[in-house]
Nanobody
Framework: QVQMVESGGGLVQAGGSLRLSCAAS????????MGWHRQAPGKQRELVAT???????NYADSVKGRFTISRDNAKNTVYLQMNSLKPADTAVYYC???????????????WGQGTQVTVSS
């Protein structure tokens, strides 16, 4: 069983910064992709950023140049540094990982509980 624990959300003024963290724990043999999605009220969940096991990153156009995703493989943790925040970034942010629980198992996807980010104008 895999647990995902997020932290770091909150309220910030436009132009400010926040750093989200998400730690995976439990029965983990290896982790492939890690990433963040977000969902604003009345909108569909959208991809924010991903990072693979080799460190290659991918970003939504709306956050390029402002957000940075990183990971600490020793801690099974993924981070999202968010700078120059805008009111449009207000959403619940969800982390996810692709985990293999044993060398013989398939990858399975696991999600965090979500953390609220609110950017005031």
């Amino acid at each position: 069983q895999v647990q995902m624990v997020e932290s770091g959300g909150g309220l910030v003024q436009a132009g400010g910064s926040l750093r989200l963290s998400c730690a995976a724990s439990g029965t983990i043999f290896s982790i492939n992709n890690m990433g963040w999605h977000r969902q604003a009220p009345g909108k569909q969940r959208e991809l924010v950023a991903t990072i693979n096991s080799g460190g290659k990153t991918n970003y939504a156009d709306s956050v390029k140049g402002r957000f940075t995703i990183s990971r600490d493989n020793a801690k099974n943790t993924v981070y999202l540094q968010m700078n120059s925040l805008k009111p449009a970034d207000t959403a619940v942010y969800y982390c996810y990982t692709e985990v293999r629980v044993a060398y013989w198992s398939l990858m399975s996807e696991h999600w965090g509980q979500g953390t609220q980010v609110t950017v005031s104008s």
